[in-house]
C-alpha cells in the first residue's frame, strides 16, 4: 500500500466526516489512481456517489474495487449494503453469500445476513445467522445489538433485557443499551424502571446529537404525563422541543400537558372558592 494513497484516502475522509461529499470524491478518486489494490477509498467512494444519487455509480464504483480483489470481504459486504438500500436484496444476499463462501467464520459477514434476512422479515433465519456469529464471538458488540433487538421486535422481553445487560457489562457506559432497556421497560409498563434508564442515557450522552436528545426528554415527558406529574413533564416536553422545534409532536405532547395543567387550576381554584364561600358564611353567622 502505498503512503501517498493513503494520505489522500485520509483526506477525503475528513470531507466524508463533514458530510462534504464532492470533495471527499476527489481525494478518494486519487487514492485509487495512486494505488488501485488500495480498497478503502472504492467503498467510500460508493458511498458518497449514494449520498449524491448516483446509485448506479456507487454499485461501478465497488465492482472496480471487485475486479483488483474479486474476493475482498469488505468490498462484497458493501456492495450488499447499497444494493439492499435499493431494495435488491436477492442480489445483495448473494454478495454476502460469497463472503461467507470466501471466508466461512466471519463475523461480520453472519451479521450482514442477519441484518438482511430481518430487512426481509425472515426473523428465525436471522436469529440463525445472529447466532452463528456470537459462537464465533460472544463479544461482538453489533451482532449483540442487533439481538436485542430483534428478541425485543418479536416481544421476547426478558431475554431482550439479558442482552442488554450483557452489553452494559462489556462496554459500561453504553447510551443505546440504556436506551433499548428503556423502551423495554416502557411496554411492560414498569416506568419508573423506564425512567432510571432514560436518566442512564442523559448520563452518557456526550455523543448525541440534539434530535437523539429530544427523543429522550420527550419519551421521558410521556412517562411522567402518563404517571400525572403535569409540570416535570412539561419541563421535559420544553426541552424537547428546545432541541428539535420543527417535531410536531412533541408540541402536541405539549399542548396536551398544559390542558392538564390548566383544567387542574381551574379545578383548584374552584375548589378554593368554595372553601372560601363556607368560611364566609360561617363569618356571617
Same mark, same amino acid.
Given at each position: 500500500?502505498?503512503?501517498?494513497?493513503?494520505?489522500?484516502?485520509?483526506?477525503?475522509?475528513?470531507?466524508?466526516?463533514? #458530510?462534504?461529499?464532492?470533495?471527499?470524491?476527489?481525494?478518494?478518486?486519487?487514492?485509487?489512481?495512486?494505488?488501485? !489494490?488500495?480498497?478503502?477509498?472504492?467503498?467510500?467512494?460508493?458511498?458518497?456517489?449514494?449520498?449524491?444519487?448516483?446509485?448506479?455509480?456507487?454499485?461501478?464504483?465497488? !465492482?472496480?474495487?471487485?475486479? %483488483?480483489?474479486?474476493?475482498?470481504?469488505?468490498?462484497?459486504?458493501? #456492495?450488499?449494503?447499497?444494493?439492499?438500500?435499493?431494495?435488491?436484496?436477492?442480489?445483495?444476499?448473494?454478495?454476502?453469500?460469497?463472503?461467507?463462501?470466501?471466508?466461512?467464520?466471519?463475523?461480520?459477514?453472519?451479521?450482514?445476513?442477519?441484518?438482511?434476512?430481518?430487512?426481509?422479515?425472515?426473523?428465525?433465519?436471522? %436469529?440463525?445467522?445472529? +447466532?452463528?456469529?456470537?459462537?464465533?464471538?460472544?463479544?461482538?458488540? +453489533?451482532?449483540?445489538?442487533?439481538?436485542?433487538?430483534?428478541?425485543?421486535?418479536?416481544?421476547?422481553?426478558?431475554?431482550?433485557?439479558?442482552?442488554?445487560?450483557?452489553?452494559?457489562?462489556?462496554?459500561?457506559?453504553?447510551?443505546?443499551?440504556?436506551?433499548?432497556?428503556?423502551?423495554?421497560?416502557?411496554?411492560?409498563?414498569?416506568?419508573?424502571?423506564?425512567?432510571?434508564?432514560?436518566?442512564?442515557?442523559?448520563?452518557?450522552?456526550?455523543?448525541? +446529537?440534539? #434530535? +437523539?436528545?429530544?427523543?429522550?426528554?420527550?419519551?421521558?415527558?410521556?412517562?411522567?404525563?402518563?404517571?400525572?406529574?403535569?409540570?416535570?413533564?412539561?419541563?421535559?416536553?420544553?426541552?424537547?422541543?428546545?432541541?428539535?422545534?420543527?417535531?410536531?409532536?412533541?408540541?402536541?405532547?405539549?399542548?396536551?400537558?398544559?390542558?392538564?395543567?390548566?383544567?387542574?387550576?381551574?379545578?383548584?381554584?374552584?375548589?378554593?372558592?368554595?372553601?372560601? %364561600?363556607?368560611?364566609? !358564611?360561617?363569618?356571617?353567622?
Amino acid at each position: 500500500m502505498k503512503k501517498e494513497a493513503v494520505k489522500y484516502f485520509y483526506e477525503g475522509l475528513s470531507f466524508f466526516d463533514k #458530510k462534504e461529499y464532492k470533495l471527499a470524491l476527489f481525494y478518494f478518486d486519487r487514492s485509487i489512481e495512486t494505488d488501485p !489494490n488500495f480498497k478503502k477509498p472504492y467503498i467510500y467512494k460508493a458511498e458518497c456517489l449514494f449520498e449524491i444519487g448516483e446509485h448506479s455509480s456507487a454499485i461501478n464504483a465497488i !465492482n472496480k474495487g471487485l475486479l %483488483m480483489n474479486s474476493n475482498d470481504k469488505s468490498l462484497l459486504l458493501a #456492495k450488499a449494503e447499497i444494493l439492499s438500500k435499493l431494495g435488491k436484496n436477492k442480489e445483495a444476499l448473494k454478495c454476502i453469500d460469497t463472503a461467507i463462501m470466501n471466508d466461512k467464520n466471519s463475523v461480520s459477514a453472519y451479521n450482514a445476513k442477519a441484518n438482511l434476512l430481518i430487512t426481509m422479515g425472515e426473523y428465525e433465519s436471522a %436469529m440463525y445467522w445472529l +447466532d452463528s456469529a456470537l459462537e464465533e464471538n460472544p463479544y461482538a458488540l +453489533d451482532c449483540l445489538y442487533n439481538k436485542a433487538l430483534l428478541l425485543q421486535g418479536l416481544e421476547r422481553f426478558d431475554e431482550a433485557i439479558d442482552i442488554n445487560k450483557k452489553i452494559i457489562e462489556i462496554e459500561k457506559s453504553s447510551p443505546l443499551a440504556f436506551y433499548n432497556l428503556a423502551v423495554i421497560y416502557y411496554n411492560l409498563q414498569d416506568y419508573e424502571q423506564s425512567l432510571y434508564y432514560y436518566d442512564k442515557v442523559l448520563k452518557s450522552s456526550s455523543h448525541l +446529537d440534539n #434530535k +437523539d436528545l429530544a427523543v429522550i426528554y420527550n419519551n421521558i415527558g410521556y412517562i411522567l404525563f402518563i404517571l400525572k406529574k403535569n409540570r416535570e413533564a412539561l419541563l421535559n416536553f420544553e426541552k424537547a422541543i428546545k432541541l428539535d422545534s420543527e417535531n410536531v409532536f412533541y408540541k402536541k405532547n405539549r399542548e396536551d400537558c398544559l390542558k392538564k395543567l390548566k383544567s387542574a387550576s381551574r379545578k383548584s381554584n374552584k375548589n378554593g372558592r368554595i372553601i372560601f %364561600m363556607k368560611n364566609s !358564611n360561617q363569618k356571617k353567622r
